[in-house]
Antibody, heavy 121, light 110 residues
Framework: DVQLVESGGGLIQPGESLRLSCAAS????????LSWVRQAPGKGLEWVSG????????YYADSVRGRFFISRDNSENTLYLQMNNLGPEDTAVYFC??????????????WGQGTPVTFSS | QSALTQPASVSGSPGQSITISCTGI?????????VSWYQQHPGKAPKLIIY???NRPSGVSNRFSGSKSGNTASLTISGLQAQDEADYHC??????????FGGGTKLTVL
């Protein structure tokens, strides 16, 4: 079965940076687009960023563009999200999600269990 | 990139049918066939239940169905069961190559 396991979440202070990872297994990693989706406490889902299979195309929501950077290491089957200049609005559970093909418009057929990022004042 | 509009909550009794709407604009829901729906139980990851407006993944009950008219997509659940109680999220691709979710709808089975 497809496995997506996120890690790297934790407590954050104003202006800090954090890098999330998503380790994938049981599928040919480099041939699928991946995304990060977050969910603030008690709120709906928010798409954050997406990346093509070879990493050559990246996409961002306006709320994070210029602060967050998505990347992937196809030799390690790992997806990353570098998050800079963090603030309270970034408090959320961050999920990685896989598409069934190498296009950003595809739906998400598999999700990880999420890693929490919590703002600490 | 405004979120798609969903009702905050809907409810129904076992055996009844309910419909959840998901309203966007002409450059997202209205322009695309790439609308999908996800079911999320508390503390769990979302699960795909409808993709490309009307398609059901293998293993998803045929009590779940999707449709679209203009800028509004809809999810219908027929023959409500207790285990259907969950949050439901719609998602659309947009004409500027981004993705947008709705605010989520909490379904209560009475």
């Amino acid at each position: 079965d497809v496995q997506l396991v996120e890690s790297g979440g934790g407590l954050i202070q104003p202006g800090e940076s954090l890098r999330l990872s998503c380790a994938a297994s049981e599928f040919t990693f480099s041939t699928y687009a991946l995304s990060w989706v977050r969910q603030a406490p008690g709120k709906g889902l928010e798409w954050v960023s997406g990346i093509s299979g070879n990493g050559g195309s990246t996409y961002y929501a306006d709320s994070v563009r210029g602060r967050f950077f998505i990347s992937r290491d196809n030799s390690e089957n790992t997806l990353y999200l570098q998050m800079n200049n963090l603030g309270p609005e970034d408090t959320a559970v961050y999920f990685c999600a896989k598409s069934p093909g190498d296009y950003n418009h595809y739906y998400f057929d598999h999700w990880g269990q999420g890693t929490p990022v919590t703002f600490s004042s | 990139q405004s979120a798609l509009t969903q009702p905050a909550s809907v409810s129904g009794s076992p055996g009844q049918s309910i419909t959840i709407s998901c309203t966007g604009i002409s450059s997202d829901v209205g322009a695309q066939r790439y609308v999908s729906w996800y079911q999320q139980h508390p503390g769990k990851a979302p699960k795909l239940i409808i993709y490309d407006v009307t398609n059901r993944p293998s293993g998803v009950s045929n009590r779940f169905s999707g449709s679209k008219s203009g800028n509004t997509a809809s999810l219908t659940i027929s023959g409500l069961q207790a285990q259907d109680e969950a949050d439901y999220h719609c998602r659309s691709y947009t004409s500027i190559n981004t993705l947008v979710f709705g605010g989520g709808t909490k379904l209560t089975v009475l």
